[in-house]
């Protein structure tokens, strides 16, 4: 059973970066799709960025596409978001998430992952 491990959210002015880690434990990581997800108070949990296992095949949300990159190191079994420009509405705890379908395509759908992080806060102040 696999457990992830996020860090590196915080507090930043808007037009600043983060750069948010998850780190995986329990099993490898290297065959299974990764993917953030983001959560602020009072919505849902929405799609953000995902990953295939070779990290040839990204995908992402419009209302991140150019300013994020997610990435993964499967030596080191961990999976990152660089995340640039950021914006007021960023603001939200933010999860890395994986599941047990070996080889699988990578999500958008919450419901396709299994595994969850225990989620990382970031805040974007204007």
């Known amino acids: 059973q696999v457990q992830l491990a996020e860090s590196g959210g915080g507090l930043v002015q808007a037009g600043g970066s983060l750069r948010l880690s998850c780190a995986a434990s329990?099993?490898?990581?290297?065959?299974?799709?990764m993917a953030w997800f983001r959560q602020a108070p009072g919505t849902e949990r929405e799609f953000v960025a995902a990953?295939?296992?070779?990290?040839?095949?990204?995908y992402y949300a419009d209302s991140v596409q150019g300013r994020f990159t997610i990435s993964r190191d499967n030596a080191n079994n961990m999976v990152y978001l660089q995340m640039n420009s950021l914006k007021s509405e960023d603001t939200a705890a933010y999860y890395c998430?994986?599941?047990?379908?070996?080889?699988?395509?990578?999500?958008?759908?919450?419901?396709?992952?299994?595994?969850w992080g225990q989620g990382t806060q970031v805040t974007v102040s204007s």
């Open positions: 990953i295939n296992w070779s990290g040839g095949s990204t």
């Open positions: 998430a994986t599941n047990s379908q070996r080889w699988g395509t990578a999500a958008k759908s919450l419901y396709q992952y299994d595994a």
């Open positions: 329990g099993r490898t990581i290297s065959t299974y799709p």
